[in-house]
T-cell receptor, first 113, second 108 residues
Framework: DSGVTQTPKHLITATGQRVTLRCSPRSGDLSVYWYQQSLDQGLQFLIQYYNGEERAKGNILERFSAQQFPDLHSELNLSSLELGDSALYFC????????????FGQGTRLTVV | EDQVTQSPEALRLQEGESSSLNCSYTVSGLRGLFWYRQDPGKGPEFLFTLYSAGEEKEKERLKATLTKKESFLHITAPKPEDSATYLCAVPSTGKLIFGQGTTLQVKP
């Protein structure tokens, strides 16, 4: 158990809908990272938050947004969903330096139908 | 642009047959290299951190080494339970960049 909790584990929704994925980081970690992993694809970095502020941004679509709350949990919002958004979404956390190992949650499997 | 390349993409071994996985990287000023194991449908599980050339880390049948241009994950006498995808990653502007991974299958 990495100590990073993601909910829900599975999500099935229709095209055009909006969903919210939730992540609780390890106790004491200030940084949260979101990654997308499509079928047979590598881990693609989406966005990083550190202590409530956006710190780094990857190839995140404009339809996607995230935030980190004062209690350090984070939410990834995906809107106007398309079939191609079906993927595993992972959250990871670490102390926040960006140069130490990050610990991953078990992911949310999103299926858009 | 910082980049990580892993080879081979897939590796099939017989139980007990040792081998090595390669991770080559192009980064401006390496500040660590991380190895992870990922089982299908699961989150990556952290294995090792290496910070400087010549450094080695071991865990059970796995040993990770680092040079100035690449890292190796050596698997000694693997067992079927070592079957997984092994990922390496380097930090780059505050995020981890991952290679595509090597999928290892160990047959009994």
């Amino acid at each position: 158990d990495s100590g990073v909790t993601q909910t829900p584990k599975h999500l099935i929704t229709a095209t055009g809908q909006r969903v919210t994925l939730r992540c609780s980081p390890r106790s004491g970690d200030l940084s949260v990272y979101w990654y997308q992993q499509s079928l047979d694809q590598g881990l693609q970095f989406l966005i990083q938050y550190y202590n409530g502020e956006e710190r780094a941004k990857g190839n995140i679509l404009e339809r996607f947004s995230a935030q980190q709350f004062p209690d350090l949990h984070s939410e990834l919002n995906l809107s106007s969903l398309e079939l191609g958004d079906s993927a595993l979404y992972f959250c990871a956390s670490n102390a926040g330096t960006g140069y130490t190992e990050a610990f991953f949650g078990q992911g949310t499997r999103l299926t858009v139908v | 642009e910082d980049q990580v390349t892993q080879s081979p993409e897939a590796l099939r071994l017989q139980e007990g047959e040792s081998s090595s996985l390669n991770c080559s990287y192009t980064v401006s000023g390496l500040r660590g290299l991380f190895w992870y194991r990922q089982d299908p449908g699961k989150g990556p599980e952290f294995l090792f951190t290496l910070y400087s050339a010549g450094e080695e880390k071991e865990k059970e049948r796995l040993k990770a080494t680092l040079t100035k241009k690449e890292s190796f994950l050596h698997i000694t006498a693997p067992k079927p339970e070592d079957s997984a995808t092994y990922l390496c990653a380097v930090p780059s502007t505050g995020k981890l960049i991952f290679g595509q991974g090597t999928t290892l299958q160990v047959k009994p």
